[in-house]
């Protein structure tokens, strides 16, 4: 009588780093850290540019209207992502983008008035490329139903982000001192040419999500209770930025090295990118509800050691405190963000969060700067307090009963993505907030 043979079990995926490679092979990171440095290079860029010729009145107002074309372009460009596909939309934005960078260098250089330096800004926020939402929406797309290798992904592409806020401010200053003040945002516009060129092109861009009219923008609903709660989230995140960011810089001042800021500010993305590998390689068992919740109480007791600074060296151990919350809150707000969004609208969704966290911190600086002016230093670092810690009770009132019930919509007849791009992931069953894998931004 023959033996039957035991079924082979099939190989598992690769987890962690060698998963997220194996995925999209090692030229997709690397073009989209370099295409995403940009967003990194240009408000400081800015800032560093218009203050050493105009003042800091116009830096100030310049760089505002920089974030508020970001803030408002940044869903525009995610919606048309979806609807026509990463290529096309991202080579569009990246050319435009590079002759608005070149277009308000030149302005300021040429002393044109403070209405065309202002109208060029916002252009230039409106045309930003959205490289990290996008890059996003991408690895969650290749991932597919492999929810672990979804976080690994994120988690990820989240901690790229830290490291690109670590090193453009630096190089931006580096830059402003040896060469020019007007070579962070020319170097932004080569880096946003190129390397965002290299992105859109490469072979896992997706194409469209649907069809394209207004059947395909009706049928599926983007907001939801749970987006709508994570971009508060990301909203008040901002705004604890900004405040402490301010913060920084005002104390700077007081003690007479207003140069000193930037490095101070600069071990909190340290610490973030630190913590950020540490989740992708140990991403642990606890649901992403869960994750956000802790991270967000974490980083809200974190804050509050702003308030005994003294010193540059207090204040530079302070924020390398809070980084250490950063990136695993991002992790998990970006996780929450992808499983709350459509599928069909993740670039869309992506954005929107990117988009809060934009906002939080124009509205934080808003209210930080006056507060500073008048009352201190410690006054900003009370606005990144304060949000903060509104930020956490939002979360643990609010997360696991709106979040807990998040889940796909139902799969839309005739959605197919191009044949040339990974499918999209299914909608799946619903999930319940324990159900939740590990995540990512």
């Not at 002393?111 to 690895?139: D, E, K, M, N």
């Not at 453009?168 to 020019?180: D, E, K, R, S, W």
């Amino acid at each position: 009588m023959p033996t039957s043979m035991p079924t082979p079990s099939p190989t598992p995926a690769p987890a962690g780093f060698r998963g997220v490679f194996a995925l999209g092979g090692p030229a997709l990171p690397v073009h989209g850290f370099l295409a995403r440095l940009p967003a990194a290079l240009c408000p400081i860029g800015t800032l560093l540019l218009i203050n050493e010729r105009d003042g800091i009145g116009d830096a100030g107002t310049i760089a505002a209207a920089l974030w508020l074309g970001q803030a408002l372009g940044g869903p525009v460009i995610g919606r048309l992502a979806d609807r026509r596909g990463h290529r096309p939309v991202l080579l569009v934005a990246c050319v435009a983008n590079a002759a608005v960078l070149l277009a308000l260098v030149a302005a300021v250089l040429g002393g044109l008035p403070l209405a065309a330096r202002i109208a060029l800004a916002v252009a230039a926020g409106l045309t930003a490329a959205q490289v990290g939402p996008l890059a996003r929406a991408r690895w969650a797309r290749l991932a597919g139903e492999d929810k672990a290798l979804v976080g690994a992904a994120l988690s990820f592409d989240t901690t790229l982000d830290e490291v690109g806020f670590m090193v453009g401010p630096a190089l931006a200053g580096i830059l402003a001192v040896t060469v020019h003040p007007a070579s962070a945002l020319v170097l932004a516009a080569a880096l946003g040419l190129v390397f965002g060129t290299l992105f859109a092109l490469h072979p896992t861009a997706p194409g469209p999500t649907g069809q394209v009219g207004a059947a395909a923008r009706g049928d599926v609903r983007l907001w939801s209770p749970g987006l709508a709660l994570l971009f508060l989230v990301a909203v008040l995140q901002g705004a604890a930025w900004s405040g402490a960011n301010t913060g920084v810089n005002a104390l700077a001042v007081a003690v007479g090295s207003p140069g000193a800021a930037g490095l101070v500010w600069a071990a909190m993305a340290v610490t973030s990118s630190v913590a950020g590998f540490v989740t992708v390689a140990r991403p642990g068992s606890a649901s992403l509800t869960v994750r956000l919740r802790r991270t967000i109480a974490a980083q809200a007791l974190l804050t509050l050691p702003l308030l005994a600074v003294s010193g540059l060296w207090g204040a530079a151990f302070a924020v390398a405190g809070i980084g250490l919350a950063v990136a695993p809150h991002l992790i998990a707000l970006f996780g929450l963000v992808e499983r709350a969004g459509p599928a069909r609208r993740m670039g869309e969704a992506m954005t929107l969060a990117g988009s809060g966290l934009i906002i939080g911190q124009a509205l934080a600086a808003a209210a930080s700067g006056p507060l500073a002016a008048a009352y201190g230093y410690r006054a900003a670092f009370a606005v990144s307090c304060a949000a903060a810690a509104a930020s956490a009770v939002l979360a643990w009132a609010a997360a696991d009963r709106i979040l807990g019930a998040v889940a796909r919509p139902a799969p839309v007849p005739g959605l197919s993505p191009s044949p040339s791009s990974p499918p999209a992931p299914s909608p799946g069953p619903r999930r319940s907030s324990p159900g939740l894998p590990p995540a990512r931004r």
